[in-house]
Each structure stands twice: as C-alpha cells, then as structure tokens.
C-alpha cells in the first residue's frame, strides 16, 4: 500500500519560513500529481498548490502565490512546499496528496493518497 509521510511543520513567527515534505513510498508506478492542501480550524479544506511532475504544469492559490513554493524530486517521490513571508492567517494543519499509477498484477490503475497532516502554526 502506498503512504505519505508529512514533515516539517511547526511554529513560526509572522513572517518567518518553513519547509514541508511529503515522502511516497509503496508499489509506485507513476506520479500523476502531487498537491498541497491545508484546512484551518472551523474552515473547510482547501487547495493551497499542486504541481504536474510530467508537464510541470504549477497552480497556486491566490492566498499563498509569490509567497509558497512546490516542488518534487521524482526520484525520492518527495513534495516540498517552501512557505516563506508566512501569516497568522497562514495557520492550518497541511496535507499533502497525490495521484498515482500503482500495478496489481498486469493491471495498472490510478488512486489517490492523502497524509496524515502536519500542523503549521504562525504566532508571535
């Protein structure tokens, strides 16, 4: 089975930077897309950026654009998101996710992986 293991959350000044990372491991055929979520207390789930390994295509939310980075090392099948310039309003547990090509057997089919989350809080 496939996981993401979530790094790097904690607490920053506004401000401040941090460095996020989401390691895949399991039976990997394929990265279709790999993303960056996050949901703050009372709100909803909401994409905060997602990057196309292959067409390199990058999409930012407005609220995190010239201020957040996403990156992946294909390699390490590893995420990163760069936060830098951070807010308070920047507080939310992050998750990253991922669509992927996995093979049971001769068949390859696509499913979708979430992580755990990894808080990021910005305080002074």
């Known amino acids: 089975q496939v996981q993401l293991a979530e790094s790097g959350g904690g607490l920053v000044q506004p401000g401040g930077s941090l460095r996020l990372s989401c390691a895949a491991s399991?039976?990997?055929?394929?990265?279709?897309?790999m993303g960056w979520y996050r949901q703050a207390p009372g709100k909803q789930r909401e994409v905060v950026a997602t990057?196309?390994?292959?067409?390199?295509?990058?999409n930012y939310a407005a609220a995190v654009k010239d201020r957040f980075t996403i990156s992946t090392d294909v390699s390490k099948k590893t995420a990163y998101l760069q936060m830098d310039s951070l807010k308070p309003e920047d507080t939310a547990v992050y998750y990253c996710?991922?669509?992927?090509?996995?093979?049971?057997?001769?068949?390859?089919?696509?499913?979708?992986?979430w992580g755990q989350g990894t808080q990021v809080t910005v305080s002074s």
């Open positions: 996710q991922m669509y992927a090509n996995l093979q049971r057997g001769k068949t390859i089919y696509p499913d979708e992986f």
């Open positions: 399991g039976n990997i055929v394929s990265v279709t897309t």
């Open positions: 990057l196309n390994p292959v067409g390199g295509s990058i």
